[in-house]
């Protein structure tokens, strides 16, 4: 593998930006100076444009194996490096479920035929694989995922005496998605009364509410407490759940933490009348105000993560009466341009945007040479450009499924180029056939 120098860039890292040049040695970072020539290296020059490193998103269903129609590891992860994802950590309700050891290292073989963006996979507990759990070894990927409310795949862990035992023994990350059931059906069931199949969308933040997440996301937090357990709640969706997590000692410290996604950050309830179904997500996109706290706890790092929780379904599926209509949407090559739109917006500063969709999740999981700038790390990095308009349409994106509940929306920064370990897989618009990704390794 050569070399390949960046040059002028503007480094976006460890909350500071500086002009700068650096050099790829393979597949690492090899030197970050204010002026560096090498006649040998490729030279690629990003003047104007801002480099940071590659985002880590730690939360996709990439749908492979069994659900392939809507998704598979390699066309997702090829519409995440368009977005500079770099790194991912998918999901465990696929088809079979990632609910053994052996089915965990057949993804991990699928990822490695297949990815173009370096991966890991999340190990999926259940009300009845305790003992299997207890094999894994805490090194061998990126954690454990309980569905503390029902989403798609039906991996509902629902027994109580179960959800303590999971969590008393295992030292990884356990990611949890917390919506409680028991209230979720109680609502459900009232608007069918009314409505039958064809609920109006709108209603879906009333259907799965506040009081869902809160009581689910509230005894998961008290039950880590109690058993000591490394807790991380995916997908805050409303104001309330923000005051449950603390801001006052340093992220590798916390032993509960918290991630917002994209959708939860950019829609309301107010977006239902024009995007339908096309932004259904459970759990759902709420009210305003619930937004705008999202974003008051990301900005005070009570939220620690932005991730995507990328989940395309086919428009047909989606095309559908609420009780039909699968809740998810693609989100992998858009995220990092929606959190851009907000910097130019003077909502985040771009600084904080790599602390939260880098160097955070690299901290939070322990995940080794990744998610910062630094010589020596792999070189995983993003040239964006925030004067580059650019509207999303069919025929851009990237994503198997083919839509975007961003389509139609102007952009005003571009992702230019991406390079995952050292070999630059994405260009203007064009794409490396080569796959140079790895499994994620941690240091636990």
């Not at 490096?81 to 999901?91: D, H, L, N, P």
């Not at 009232?190 to 709108?202: L, Q």
Request: glycine letters at 6%.
């Amino acid at each position: 593998m050569g070399k390949v120098l960046i040059k002028n860039a503007r480094i976006v890292n460890e909350n500071s930006i500086f002009e700068g040049d650096l050099l790829i040695k393979g597949d690492l970072i090899g030197k970050i100076a204010a002026n560096i020539s090498d006649d040998t290296a490729k030279v690629i020059d990003v003047q104007g444009k801002y480099l940071l490193p590659g985002v880590i998103d730690d939360q996709v269903h990439f749908r492979e194996p069994g659900l392939t129609h809507k998704g598979d590891i390699a066309s997702e992860s090829r519409a995440a490096v368009a977005g500079g994802i770099t790194t991912y950590m998918e999901q465990p309700n696929t088809t079979p479920q990632t609910t053994t050891i052996e089915k965990l290292e057949e993804k991990f073989e699928m990822g490695a035929r297949s990815s173009f963006a370096n991966y890991s996979f999340l190990f999926g507990g259940t009300n009845d694989n305790l003992e299997e759990l207890k094999r894994l070894d805490k090194n061998a990927c990126s954690g454990v995922k309980l569905f503390l409310g029902s989403s798609t795949g039906n991996m509902l862990v629902d027994d109580e005496e179960v959800i303590e035992k999971i969590f008393k023994n295992t030292e990884m990350v356990i990611s949890a998605h917390c919506e409680d059931e028991g209230t979720i059906k109680r609502n459900l069931a009232e608007y069918k009364a009314k409505y039958g199949d064809d609920i109006p969308v709108k209603y879906h933040p009333k259907i799965r509410s506040v009081e869902a997440c809160y009581l689910s996301s509230s005894k998961a937090i008290a039950l880590a407490e109690k058993t000591g357990a490394r807790l991380h709640v995916f997908h805050l969706s409303t104001g309330k759940e923000t005051d449950l997590f603390r801001n006052d000692i340093p992220l590798e410290q916390k032993k509960i933490t918290a991630e917002v996604c994209v959708h939860h950050l950019w829609f309301s309830e107010e977006d239902y009348d024009t995007k339908g179904t096309l932004i259904k997500w459970n759990p759902a996109v709420k009210a305003a105000e619930d937004r705008d706290r999202l974003w008051k706890a990301l900005l005070d790092d009570r939220i620690d993560v932005i991730a995507t929780d990328h989940a395309p379904h086919l428009l047909g599926e989606k095309d559908n009466v609420y009780t039909k209509a699968p809740s998810g949407g693609p989100l992998v090559q858009h995220a990092l341009p929606a959190l851009l739109e907000k910097v130019r917006e003077k909502v985040i500063s771009l600084e904080k945007v790599v602390q939260k969709m880098s160097h955070n999740p690299a901290i939070l999981f322990q995940i080794e040479k990744r998610g910062f700038i630094r010589e020596g790390y792999f070189a995983d990095l993003a040239v964006v450009d925030l004067n580059a308009p650019y509207q999303v349409t069919k025929e851009n994106i990237a994503y198997k499924c083919k839509w975007s509940p961003f389509e139609g929306t102007t952009f005003k920064s571009t992702v230019t180029h991406t390079f995952v370990n050292g070999h630059l897989a994405y260009e203007n618009g064009n794409f490396s056939a080569e796959r140079r990704a790895k499994r994620l390794t941690f240091n636990r």
